[in-house]
Each structure stands twice: as C-alpha cells, then as structure tokens.
C-alpha cells in the first residue's frame, strides 16, 4: 500500500520560506503524477501544485510564482519549495497522487505569522 511521509513545516513570518519534503513509498515513483495539497482549518482540502512526467509542472493561482513542484525519482521524494509565504498560506500540507488521492499521511503543519 502507498504510505506519504511528509516533512519540512514549521513556523515562520510572512515572507519567509519552506521546503516541504514527501517521501513515498508502496508505489512506482517514477511513472506516476504527485501533487501538494493543503487543508486550512475550516477549509476543504485543495491541491497547489502537480508534478507530471519528468519536468511538467503546475500551481494554483493563489501560489503561483511563489511555490515550486519538484520531484526526485532516485529518491521517491517529492518537493514543494514555498517562498515569499503569506498567512493565508498557513494549513496542513499533504502530497498524493495528482489526479487521484489515495490514502492520506499525517501531513506537515505550516503556519505563517506577521
């Protein structure tokens, strides 16, 4: 079975930075599409950014130009490099897959402060 180990959040002041890590196992990494999705309180759970392919990226519009999507095939890892972080960027950060969510892992908490 698919298990999503995420990691890399924390607690930092508007405009600062965060890489999110997510390690995963029980899949075949490479021919598969992986995404970062983010759940605030009281908000359903949304996807930010996808990795398809090797290099075929995409964001949402709420980050776009400040979160990137890479991906390490070597080491099953997907990454999401989040710059310039605003509050409203404060949620739980879980990666799956792009199109079709599987089971969910524990998540990362990213909370933004001014």
């Known amino acids: 079975q698919v298990q999503f180990v995420e990691s890399g959040g924390g607690l930092v002041q508007a405009g600062g930075s965060l890489r999110l890590s997510c390690v995963i196992s029980?899949?075949?990494?490479?021919?598969?599409?992986w995404g970062w999705y983010r759940q605030a309180p009281g908000k359903q759970r949304e996807l930010v950014a996808e990795?398809?392919?090797?290099?075929?990226?995409n964001v949402s519009d709420s980050v776009k130009g400040r979160f990137t999507i890479s991906r390490d095939n070597a080491k099953n890892t997907v990454y999401l490099q989040m710059d310039n972080l605003k509050l409203e960027d404060t949620a739980v950060y879980y990666c799956?897959?792009?199109?079709?969510?599987?089971?969910w892992g524990q998540g990362t908490q990213v909370t933004v402060t001014s």
């Open positions: 990795v398809r392919g090797g290099t075929r990226t």
């Open positions: 799956n897959y792009a199109s079709y969510p599987s089971v």
């Open positions: 029980g899949s075949t990494f490479s021919i598969n599409n």
